[in-house]
């Protein structure tokens, strides 16, 4: 048996991201997932990927910073994209946004047991408004 990369488990979690392939972003969480203290299921976990990209057809994510320590990841993302519905409380307006994001992972077992993350809303709000 091979030794878990996580690594390399991130990289291939955040190609399928940016390639929008909700069918398989699943295969990288647990059953159920503690997200920002809360238990969620895998299948609410993929829908909330998959409004998001209802929300920002366009959406890529570009990771500008990642630790590994043990089985967490923190990462620094910016996602861009064009809204064309509401998100994060924010109607679109036809610009492109770019918003920062912090997030930590717990992983165990190969897959995300805890997702916790941060967006600059601030920074959209402004994006939006202007």
């Known amino acids: 048996m091979s030794e878990f990369d996580i690594q390399d488990f991130y990289r291939r979690y955040v190609d399928v991201i940016n390639a929008h392939q909700w069918d398989r972003v699943g295969d990288f969480m647990d059953d159920t997932v503690l997200y920002h203290g809360e238990t969620v299921t895998r299948e609410q976990g993929v829908a909330n990927f998959e409004s998001i990209t209802d929300a920002i057809p366009d959406l890529k994510v570009e990771v500008v910073r990642t630790v590994f320590a043990g089985d967490t990841i923190g990462t620094h993302a910016i996602h861009r994209g064009t809204p064309v519905r509401e998100w994060l409380g924010v109607a679109p307006n036809g610009k492109s946004i770019e918003v920062h994001e912090i997030t930590v992972y717990k992983v165990r077992d190969g897959k995300f047991v805890q997702m916790s993350n941060v ?12």
Not at 119 to 130: M, V
């Open 119 to 130: 967006w600059d809303i601030d920074a959209l709000r402004e994006q939006l408004s202007s």
